[in-house]
């Protein structure tokens, strides 16, 4: 009796083919989802950069968006929606997505110049490109799965289907995107790619489209073009984009030091390298961690000191060391290869006397059994900290690594006067090394966010000031006391490790200001 009733019900070939058509497209638009979802975070980079939060608000507006189209798709379905409205909805899906370039030719300047603080910033970004798309793409599921069930009466199998297509199509959007298009398509194409494959999913349910309404799509769709280009919504700020970050090189000369170039990674100055001087240290905190290493170890130009960079960026201080000490050993751990690229390219550097690593520097630290007498991390980028490389069991693995006579120095963006992030790294990394120092070359009149060089080593301890023995008459002042007796006390902040890392929390005072932007 079941069988028969089974057989009875099963849908004819013609139908079949429907429905498959109608799962391609639910499929395929759940790809294109999570395409734009994905993309989103490399367009927004280069104006709130990378974070927790950019993250957040994308995928928070999205979700809330396929909400909502969930729901209109639904009451549509049942208010008589039909294969045109399917069409329709692919089409405007289509349009908004280009239009998600316009809306940042327009949004960007408005909250460049607004006082908003990273999270607000982050959200409208998202909201006003990416929210109407993600609706509208929400409606074709459901308006699709309640038209097959017009078709064939298993509701089970039908529903259970399409969720199963949307959910593969999302996985595939993911992947794809993530480990491929960006890297070799950029943003802007795969924006334009993603509408061209929408519009032409709409097409097929097109065929009962009454001629105003294909007239006003094509005027609609032309208009978003036109003023788009227009606007400069085709053109991408990025040189280069890679897996990463979004990569430019701009010029930095200036009348005190000559011709120079600098590496901007998403929306944040990495690095300055002059054209001619490799031992010419522009940026402060940069000039800080060598004059740092010259005063800890008397070093000279016979130096053959060991180095290990964690993290290439504009290469500027591998560049100088070794121009400066030409016998000394380089290691740089970049995890990028095209900011190790962009630098032989476009910023004076060469790499043929470093040993380069494309891995992520704590799993090389880790494996590595080479002692070095100067560990540098250099990875944490601008509001985005890398949790692993901040907390005890990367400081083991530092000390580990260096020599009796070793030195570890980081640099790390806080706001001041009251570091927390700072004050929590000195804490977590006095639980390995005697000698934590913070310096800052000028204490700040008021609140603001700042570059803090730290140092860390067994061996001795450094002066109260440090004074610049070569190229910018600079010096550096040990704050450890001033800072501590700021704001929130040590004993009230955590020690960082792998099991519990609130950076987040700690750059709080940063993240809710206008200056982390």
Sequence with gaps: MATSTSASISPSPSVRRVLMWYGFTIFLSSTILLVLEIVAGRLIAPYVGVSIYSWTSIIGVILAGLSLGNWIGGRWADGGGSEN????????????SIASLLSLTIVAPLLQNSELNLIGS?????????FVPAALLGIVTPLLTTLALRLDSRAGHIVGRMHALAALGSILGTFITGYWLVQFFGTRKIVMGSAICLALLAIPFLRRIRIKQALTMIVLLASVLVITYARG?????????????????????????????????????????????????????V?????????????????QLRYFFAGGGAYTQPRAVKAM????????????????LTAQQALFVDTSEMEIIHLDARAVLQKNQQQYDVVVTDVFHDISVPYHMVTQQ????????LSDTGLYLINIVDIFPDAKLVKSLLKTLQEEFQYVDVW????????????????????????DVIVSQRGFERRWLRINPPLLATGTTMESLPILTDDYVPVEHLLSGLLFSSEAL
């Design 325 to 340: 000490y030409p016998s000394a050993h380089v290691t740089v751990a970049e995890l990028d290869p095209q900011v190790t």
């Design 85 to 96: 409205s399917v069409g329709i909805v692919l089409l405007l899906a289509a349009v908004f």
């Design 440 to 463: 800052l070359d000028r204490a700040p009149e008021s609140v603001t966010r700042t570059t803090y060089v730290i140092s860390a080593n067994n061996s001795h301890s450094l002066p």
């Design 122 to 130: 982050s959200f409208i970004y998202v909201l006003s490109m990416f």
């Design 394 to 401: 990367f400081a083991q693995a530092v000390k580990r690594s």
């Design 233 to 285: 919504g085709f053109t991408n700020p990025c040189q280069w984009e890679s897996n990463y970050f979004c990569l430019r090189v701009v010029d930095s000369s200036a009348p005190e030091y000559g011709s120079a170039k600098a590496l901007i990674l998403d929306h944040l100055l990495h690095g300055i390298n002059h054209e001619t001087e490799a031992d010419l240290l522009i940026s402060p905190y």
């Design 287 to 303: 000039h800080a961690m060598d004059e740092i290493v010259r005063t800890f170890s008397n070093v000279d130009e016979g130096s």
